[in-house]
Structure formats: C-alpha cells, structure tokens
T-cell receptor, first 114, second 111 residues
Framework: KAGVTQTPRYLIKTRGQQVTLSCSPI?????VSWYQQTPGQGLQFLFE???????NKGNFPGRFSGRQFSNSRSEMNVSTLELGDSALYLC?????????????FGPGTRLTVL | GDSVTQMEGPVTLSEEAFLTINCTYT??????LFWYVQYPGEGLQLLLK?????DKGSNKGFEATYRKETTSFHLEKGSVQVSDSAVYFC??????????FGGGTRLMVKP
C-alpha cells in the first residue's frame, strides 16, 4: 500500500506570496491532519479534515487554511507569507474511526520564505 | 491544556549502550501515548504506542511503559546501534485526532 505523499517536497517563496501544499493520504484513510515543524516551536497541530470538513483546528492565524476533496486528498494554503512561516509542513492520514487510529506521516514539504 | 515534556538532547551514546529518554505529560483525562522517530530528511514514523495505564509499547527493541501515577512514558532500549541515530518525539492524544508533541530529543550513536 502506498504511503502518504506530499507535493512539492521543497518550495521557496518570498514574503507576501501565497503557497499551496498538497497531501494524498493512504488509500482508505479519511482523516488528514497537518502539522508545522520549526526549530523554535517544534511540532504544532494546524488542522484536521475528515469527510471534507474541518474537524479540529490548532492555534494558527487565519492566513493558514485548508480543504479536503471527496477523494480525501487535502491541500493547505498559506497566504501573505511571512519569514516565520519557513518550516517543514507534515501531513498525516488515519482511518479515523470513532476511537483513535494510528496516524501515518508523509515526508513533508519544506517551505522556505525569503 | 495538554503538554508533553521530554529531555533535551543531544544524547550521545556509544554503540551497544543502554538508552533512556525521559518523557512526562500533562493531560486532564486519559490520553494515548506515543513515541515517534524522525530520521534525517524524513517525516515521522510511529515507533510504539500505549493506550492505557500500565500498557507497555514495544518495537524494534525499544520499549516504553504508560505510568499514570508518575504521568510518564520513558523510552528505553537495551543496546543502541548507529542506525538508531535520529530525533525521537514523545506525543499524546487525548481527544479527537490531534497529536501534542514534546520538543524532541536528538540521539547520536557513535561506533
């Protein structure tokens, strides 16, 4: 079974631009979560999507948004990029039954904002 | 809110040494606990998990026991290898599907 895939793997943008990252979950997984990893703040939860609906949201500004499509693929968008948005963005998928299910992580997209 | 605290690294060991990485947590209820490992340039891989008190998670020679009385989930391995060099993250889920992570501990194993 193919794992979680994220595209692109690397991205360089300048301040003020916007960016869209993509995540394809493992086949059959309906939940997709996004995390930001930085040296200063560590790993922080951004949001989770399930059945095309945002189910949980972390403490990030409204510049960070996401969506999920009917095939469970998800995108996250960051508008008006700031230098502090430079990070590794990780996507994770799970079956998401009523009880907890193991989350499988993709390799991440490394975003650099200049 | 929930939080996870783990020992700061780097932890530097010689091959075949005993490893302990301490992890303690704060949660209002009864979380599930996890250890994830991140190799250079890669995403996170689940190493082991425990879903209730006194459960022991184990995988690839690594073990951790869910200790409710001390709110701890320390990671141990009896004999580390160079290939174990990575960053290790302790994490919990209390509700929903949101993982709360510790700050990570870098392990360096020398031959």
């Amino acid at each position: 079974k193919a794992g979680v895939t994220q595209t692109p793997r690397y991205l360089i943008k300048t301040r003020g631009q916007q960016v869209t990252l993509s995540c394809s979950p493992i086949s059959g997984h309906r939940s997709v979560s996004w995390y930001q990893q930085t040296p200063g703040q560590g790993l922080q939860f951004l949001f989770e999507y399930f059945s095309e609906t945002q189910r949980n949201k972390g403490n990030f500004p409204g510049r960070f948004s996401g969506r999920q499509f009917s095939n469970s693929r998800s995108e996250m968008n960051v508008s008006t990029l700031e230098l502090g948005d430079s990070a590794l963005y990780l996507c994770a998928s799970s079956l998401a039954s009523p009880s907890y299910n193991e989350q499988f992580f993709g390799p991440g997209t490394r975003l650099t904002v200049l | 809110g929930d939080s996870v605290t783990q020992m700061e690294g780097p932890v530097t060991l010689s091959e075949e040494a005993f490893l302990t990485i301490n992890c303690t947590y704060t949660a209002t209820g009864y979380p599930s606990l996890f250890w994830y490992v991140q190799y250079p340039g890669e995403g996170l891989q689940l190493l082991l998990k425990a879903t209730k008190a006194d459960d022991k998670g184990s995988n690839k020679g690594f073990e951790a026991t869910y200790r409710k009385e001390t709110t701890s989930f320390h990671l141990e391995k009896g004999s580390v290898q160079v290939s174990d060099s990575a960053v290790y993250f302790c994490a919990l889920i209390e509700a929903g599907n949101m993982l709360t992570f510790g700050g990570g501990t870098r392990l360096m194993v020398k031959p």
